[in-house]
């Protein structure tokens, strides 16, 4: 079975610096789908990145970008420049390419910045 | 596009109590997932539909839980002589399968309380 862990419960950054939250996950497929969610306090999971496993490249979002390790399954998320509102909980999710499209989650990493 | 949304957002209901949500979908999204997330967790699958066809049901759902979609549009979740521990925040998230891939988006959530 496919497991997402997410070694830091808690993370703290400085506003405007650099930040990277790991993930690390188990699987034996070959082809799949890797994301990151954010959760602000009270309010609804919002997509931040996917990445799909058969490409090499990185995946990238202004200020949010990937480190894809496919041999280490690992997949960790970088957030340059952190600004305030970038304060949530973020979730690595993991899914298979066949007809079960459920998402398996990691517990969350709470990032908090300090302005 | 209105994003998916979730009604109440809040329930609080006494034990042995029936309780049903409903979830509306993207408009256009064929796909709709039911996701249950405690505090501190990440979200656990539930059940997922495509279109009005209940495709997967987890393991989490006991026989007090029943969903529907009747005409593949919103969705309902019941769930039946509740009990303590279903309080928690049950999410809803909906795609479009398209060329193979397809990305969840969630609503706010429907925080239950059972007391």
């Known amino acids: 079975a496919q497991t997402v862990t997410q070694s830091q419960p808690e993370m703290s950054v400085q506003e405007a610096e650099t930040v990277t939250l790991s993930c690390t996950y188990d699987?034996?497929?070959?082809?799949?789908?890797l994301f990151w969610y954010k959760q602000p306090p009270s309010r609804q999971m919002i997509l931040v990145i996917r990445?799909?496993?058969?490409k090499q490249q990185n995946a990238t979002e202004n200020r949010f970008s990937v480190n894809f390790q496919k041999a280490a399954k690992s997949f960790s998320l970088k957030i340059s420049d952190s600004q305030l509102g970038d304060a949530a909980m973020y979730f690595c999710?993991?899914?298979?390419?066949?007809?079960?499209?459920?998402?398996?989650w990691g517990a969350g990493t709470k990032l908090i910045i300090k302005p | 596009d209105t994003g998916v949304s979730q009604d109440p957002r809040h329930k609080i209901t006494k034990r042995g109590q029936n309780v049903t949500f409903r979830c509306d979908p993207i408009?256009?999204?064929?796909?709709l997932y039911w996701y249950r997330q405690t505090l501190g967790q990440g979200p656990e699958f539930l059940t997922y539909?495509?279109?009005?066809?209940?495709?997967?049901k987890s393991r989490l759902l006991s026989d007090r839980f029943s969903a529907e979609r009747p005409k593949g549009s919103f969705s309902t979740l019941e769930i039946q002589h509740t009990e303590q521990g279903d309080s928690a925040m049950y999410l809803c998230?909906?795609?479009?399968?398209?060329?193979?891939?397809?990305?969840?988006?969630f609503g706010p959530g429907t925080r239950l309380t059972v007391l």
């Open positions: 998230a909906s795609s479009l399968m398209r060329g193979g891939t397809d990305t969840q988006y």
């Open positions: 408009s256009e999204h064929n796909r």
């Open positions: 539909f495509q279109n009005e066809a209940q495709l997967e």
């Open positions: 699987t034996s497929e070959s082809d799949y789908y």
């Open positions: 990445q799909e496993a058969y």
């Open positions: 999710a993991y899914r298979r390419l066949d007809s079960n499209y459920q998402l398996i």
